[in-house]
């Protein structure tokens, strides 16, 4: 049955961090402090700045002290960046973050392969984090990678994707976002993995990542809808390839997204074209075609 | 996954409109041979219904001008059906002359775009199919009937449900055995497809329902969820996404073949087709089109290695 869908939808726009991230090419940090200024007219409420990382792992994310210190704080708007430990967090603050998120995962192999240690050290590390952010009243939001499937492991249990996610919201996060990463999640899995999920963490507290590279996200967050999550991310004009599938895509466009709650009357305060003249700056400045087809069929040239 | 357990359907047909739908709107003009191997490819994978060309005067539509050697030319696999478009009887003689075993056609919910598309109003197309549907029924040929612009139109924008409602009737009264909805223009959202879907269902029992998305907007896969959730069976879509949209250049057409199976197959729903198989079609014709293809799924798989 279809149900009833919430009336709010909290768009989380993370092209400027996940989208900039996983693009071939990078953009100098005045291009990306104009995306993330352009993306604050635009209703948005939450915008994924930056990453505290070292850029010697992420160069792409290099200049985060910059483009922290140097976009238009709206009030009303929050401005999260990620911080993997306790030194990322304390840069992130002396930078003038007021939010800050951390990743975790619901997959051994891919946590090893992507921070060099298990699941369990990653949270010891989080800890840190929760501990100096609380002290601080720095709000954290948790991400859950592989949520529906891994590049390694294959197939995720639903329980150890709720296992993570309780674990990550008791010690602290405020939200916790779960990730499609490789984008393999059909409106089956996701059904099944967040039954098990809003199980241990409130769906109020719940949010959806979910990547298009097999074209399912929009279908997948549909369902997610119905099920009473209504914390959404997506990715101006669908910034951000897939790092797993070459050439395929990676996250779900937030015209497309915001395209769709409109047509269900779902408010979400997003003006959808000064959102897709976003999509087009950075897709010029990116030198490359949108991956929104909204945009793509609202073109007329 | 326990389809049943979720109110979802257990079987869904799909109707693999590529070879007509898809190769129509392309830009490039494909030679018969390639016409019929991609046919005869998709005749292996399991699709039940593959709608194969269109008897239109070579005039207005040249891509199908090859359409009597099309029919003649392809393998007819047990069990699987192969439509073709008939504009009106002098096209049904035609099919019927070259082969064809079932036909279908084509009305639609706007008047503007039926003057824009064939030249008439709503009520004079549905008085030429009349005259198929009579013929059809006393040779025993199915036929399937189209109501495009179901959820919006190029040219008038908004299209009301209960027209939509209206047209449905009239050519489900008149002998069609299925009824297919299209969002011509790929405008339609989960919202649209429901209020729509809800007018028709008053009208039209739902087995004999389908949909026909465009994705243009990226919204295909989440109207078709929206569809089977409200219990209809019968999805159309196109191998690698064949056939961009007409009204909106360098925008995508109908929605992919291979995506619309892969979240089929996620939902524990059944379609008897072997995904592979089509992908294999597909990379087929697009490697003749010398296109990319349109499918995610096609798109992801070819660049993991799992193909």
């Not at chain 1, 995306?35 to 010697?56: C, D, H, R, W, Y």
């Not at chain 1, 003038?96 to 090893?112: H, I, R, Y």
């Not at chain 1, 954290?140 to 990550?168: D, F, H, T």
Request: aromatic share 6%; with cysteine; net charge neutral.
């Amino acid at each position: 049955a279809t149900g009833a869908y919430p009336k709010r939808v909290k768009v989380v726009e993370v092209g400027p961090r996940d989208g900039l991230q996983n693009e071939k090419n990078v953009v100098f940090s005045p291009v990306k402090i104009n995306l993330i200024n352009m993306l604050s007219e635009t209703g948005l409420q939450v915008i994924e700045a930056t990453s505290f990382v070292s850029p010697k792992w992420v160069p792409q994310m290099a200049d985060h002290t910059e483009v922290m210190q140097g976009i238009n704080k709206l009030p009303g708007i929050s401005y999260p960046v990620l911080t993997p430990n306790l030194r990322g967090f304390q840069a992130a603050v002396a930078a003038g973050a007021k939010e800050v998120s951390v990743f975790g995962a619901a997959s051994e192999l891919f946590t090893q392969k992507n921070i060099n240690c298990s699941i369990e050290e990653s949270l010891e590390r989080f800890e840190e984090v929760m501990r100096a952010a609380r002290e601080a009243s720095i709000p954290v939001r948790g991400y859950v990678s592989c949520v529906l499937g891994c590049p390694y492991e294959g197939k995720i249990s639903a329980a150890k994707v709720a296992e993570v996610s309780k674990k990550m919201y008791s010690m602290g996060c405020y939200e916790i976002s779960l990730g499609d990463t490789i984008g393999v999640g059909t409106p089956g899995s996701m059904r099944d993995m967040l039954a098990m999920v809003m199980k241990e963490v409130p769906v109020g507290a719940l949010a959806v990542h979910c990547h298009d590279t097999y074209g399912q996200a929009l279908a997948n967050i549909l369902v997610a809808l119905q099920m009473g999550v209504s914390v959404v991310d997506a990715s101006v004009a669908g910034l951000g390839g897939c790092p797993y599938a070459k050439g395929a895509s990676g996250n779900v466009a937030t015209e497309d997204l915001v395209y769709m709650l409109n047509g269900l009357g779902i408010h979400t305060g997003v003006d959808l074209q000064k959102l897709m003249d976003t999509g087009t700056f950075i897709c010029n400045a990116l030198n490359r075609k949108t991956n929104s087809k909204v945009s793509q069929a609202s073109c007329r040239l | 996954q326990e389809p049943q357990a979720s109110g979802l359907p257990e079987y869904v047909k799909i109707v693999e409109v590529g070879p007509r739908d898809g190769l129509q709107n392309e830009k490039v003009i494909v030679p018969t041979d390639i016409k019929i191997e991609l046919i005869n490819q998709l005749s292996k994978t399991g699709l039940p219904a593959i709608e194969v060309t269109s008897f239109v005067s070579s005039k207005w539509v040249p891509q199908m001008a090859d359409h009597k050697e099309v029919m003649r030319g392809i393998e007819r696999h047990p069990g699987v059906q192969y439509p073709v478009l008939t504009p009106n009887l002098q096209g049904f003689h035609s099919a019927i002359a070259a082969g064809a075993t079932e036909v279908s056609v084509f009305g639609a919910a706007s008047e503007s775009f039926s003057k824009m598309n064939i030249n008439c109003s709503i009520e004079e197309s549905m008085e030429r199919f009349e005259e198929v549907t009579k013929s059809a029924r006393n040779m025993n040929i199915p036929v399937r009937g189209y109501v495009s612009c179901a959820l919006g139109c190029p040219y008038e924008g908004n299209v009301v449900p209960d027209k939509v409602a209206e047209v449905s009737k009239r050519l489900y009264s008149m002998g069609c055995y299925e009824i297919s909805l299209g969002d011509t223009v790929g405008v339609g959202t989960p919202g649209s497809m429901k209020k729509m879907l809800e007018a028709v269902m008053k009208e039209i029992p739902l087995s004999a329902l389908a949909v026909h998305c465009h994705d243009t907007y990226g919204q295909a896969l989440a109207n078709i969820l929206t569809a089977i959730q409200m219990g209809v069976t019968v999805v159309d879509s196109s191998v690698a996404g064949l056939g961009g949209c007409p009204y909106a250049k360098g925008a995508t057409g109908n929605v992919a073949t291979e995506d619309v199976i892969y979240m089929l197959n996620g939902l524990g729903i059944n379609t008897g087709v072997n995904l592979c198989a089509v992908m294999e079609a597909g990379n087929f014709i697009c490697t003749a089109l010398n296109k990319k293809t349109n499918s995610k799924v096609a798109q992801a798989s070819f660049s993991t290695g799992t193909i």
